[in-house]
């Protein structure tokens, strides 16, 4: 997807706009305004940090007397200033990452491509990643195109979600929404344990529609409710004297999203 979208790949059928361009015709531009990132970072061991970003800041064509300072700043950015001058190839992986980051970013691209941009990372390199992404989106404003299947790295960084399935688009919008749209939401309940079964049958009497399961003690989630409900799942088992806990809405998970979609025959 990622190649296609950057014009390295023709497709079969179909048509793609990318910042108003077409990538057949205009993938020179497109790659001018865009950054890439790859699973792989692909960075030359044999250099080091700052050669690496100095060497891809000449073919992005960046003007000789800004890129010292450029690359200065981004190493800065990334937590490599003081290992500016070592060799990649004594870099951890995270590092690696962080650098192919930096360099996907030397020409203030206004889209950014992440292609499994953690595969590999472990959790504390992968936290330092999603963050830097974060701050990215947040605090300039940048647009990051994210490819993964790390559904809860999806859920955590995206403000809008597309699920696809062999190239075919099976929802597409923010994770709220999607849980709304495939009755994904939910609200958990927790009662006095010895009344659990009778609290179930009073929610499915109330709410006819929705799914009441029981798990745990005293604990009852109710599939397909949303928060607006609330109020009156609280009022019925208080009126039968059923001692409630605790009543809170939740929102979907996207993994709840993506096994609905299969589920309802979307794969």
Partial sequence: TV???????APSSGEVA????????????????????????SVDGR???????????RFYGLVERA???????????FGLAERARDRV???????????????????????????????????????????????????EGRTVFLCTHNLVEAQRLCDRVAVLRRGRILALGTT????RRLGAARVVVEVDAPRATEAEAVLAGVLPGVVV??????????????REVVPEIVAALVARGIPVYRAAAEE????????????????
């Fill in 213 to 226: 399961e029981a798990w745990g003690e005293g604990a009852l989630t109710i599939r397909g409710a949303g």
């Fill in 252 to 267: 979907a998970t996207l993994e709840d999203i993506y096994f609905g979609l299969l589920d309802g025959g979307g794969g």
């Fill in 176 to 179: 709220a929404e999607l849980g």
């Fill in 89 to 139: 190839a004594t870099f951890s992986t995270g590092m690696r990452q962080r650098l192919a980051l930096a360099r996907a970013l030397l020409h203030h691209p206004e889209l950014l491509f992440l292609d499994e941009p953690t595969a590999g990372l472990d959790p504390l390199a992968a936290r330092q990643v999603h963050e830097l992404i974060a701050a990215l989106s947040r605090r």
């Fill in 47 to 57: 250099l080091t940090a700052e050669e690496n970003l100095l060497l891809w800041g």
């Fill in 67 to 77: 890129l010292s300072g450029r690359v200065a700043e981004l190493l800065r950015e």
């Fill in 3 to 9: 190649r296609l979208l950057n014009g390295v790949l």
């Fill in 18 to 41: 990318v910042l108003g361009l077409d990538p057949v015709r205009d993938g020179v531009e497109v790659r001018r305004r865009s950054g890439v990132l790859t699973e792989s970072s």
